[in-house]
T-cell receptor, first 116, second 114 residues
Framework: DAKTTQPTSMDCAEGRAANLPCNHSTISGNEYVYWYRQIHSQGPQYIIH???NNETNEMASLIITEDRKSSTLILPHATLRDTAVYYC?????????????????FGSGTQLTVLP | GAGVSQSPSNKVTEKGKDVELRCDPI?????LYWYRQSLGQGLEFLIY????????KSGLPSDRFSAERTGGSVSTLTIQRTQQEDSAVYLC????????????FGPGTRLTVT
């Protein structure tokens, strides 16, 4: 699996956009970029994933560089409830195979704190 | 309910005792996953069920750990002769067969072995 590196922590003012970077310079051509977050004392929550095109859903946007060696998760209007640890992982995403389950191994992530 | 549920939410047990942790996945989800997360650590894969296929048990740390999924729905993770290093939050997730991995996690069971 490609390794990822993320800043340990970031702060963001409430209502402003939170931009969380992730480096994955050894990503393979068939590996997707996934983002999850974990709010304190809760289970992980899937946010978004993408291969090479930028993606947007109701929670966030994912911007992947053209060389796919890095990406940025954007929370357009951060709220206090977005305070969490955000995990960026890269993995192959075949349909429901055990390989994809094993690859869901989080590192230390970025602690995002949204400030009032 | 609409989400993945787990029980109990907290379990304190004495070293050497057996424990059973339960996961109720989202109805209709064919894939079910167990992970554990130790304090301040990332997520560790334990076991994966997909439909009627043989489960992938490659993440189970020892033969004291086992899991079953009856009727393709509810799953039970059993830890025999618990040790203090088994203390962690045990997380269950489920997904439909074509989702490419777990997206919806349960709240977890916090296991403390004293």
């Amino acid at each position: 699996d490609a390794k990822t590196t993320q800043p340990t922590s970031m702060d963001c003012a409430e209502g402003r956009a939170a931009n969380l970077p992730c480096n994955h310079s050894t990503i393979s051509g068939n590996e997707y970029v996934y983002w999850y977050r974990q709010i304190h004392s809760q289970g992980p929550q899937y946010i978004i994933h993408g291969l090479k095109n930028n993606e947007t859903n109701e929670m966030a946007s994912l911007i992947i560089t053209e060389d796919r060696k890095s990406s940025t998760l954007i929370l357009p209007h951060a709220t206090l409830r977005d305070t969490a640890v955000y995990y960026c992982i890269v993995r192959v995403a075949p349909s429901g195979t055990s390989g994809s389950a094993r690859q869901l191994t989080f590192g230390s992530g970025t602690q995002l704190t949204v400030l009032p | 309910g609409a989400g993945v549920s787990q029980s109990p939410s907290n379990k304190v047990t004495e070293k050497g005792k057996d424990v059973e942790l339960r996961c109720d996945p989202i109805s209709g989800h064919t894939a079910l996953y167990w992970y554990r997360q130790s304090l301040g650590q990332g997520l560790e894969f334990l076991i994966y069920f997909q439909g009627n296929s043989a489960p992938d048990k490659s993440g189970l740390p020892s033969d004291r750990f086992s899991a079953e999924r009856t009727g393709g729905s509810v799953s039970t993770l059993t830890i025999q002769r618990t040790q203090q290093e088994d203390s962690a939050v045990y997380l269950c997730a489920s997904s439909s067969g074509t989702s490419g991995g777990p997206k919806l996690f349960g709240p977890g069971t916090r296991l403390t072995v004293t």
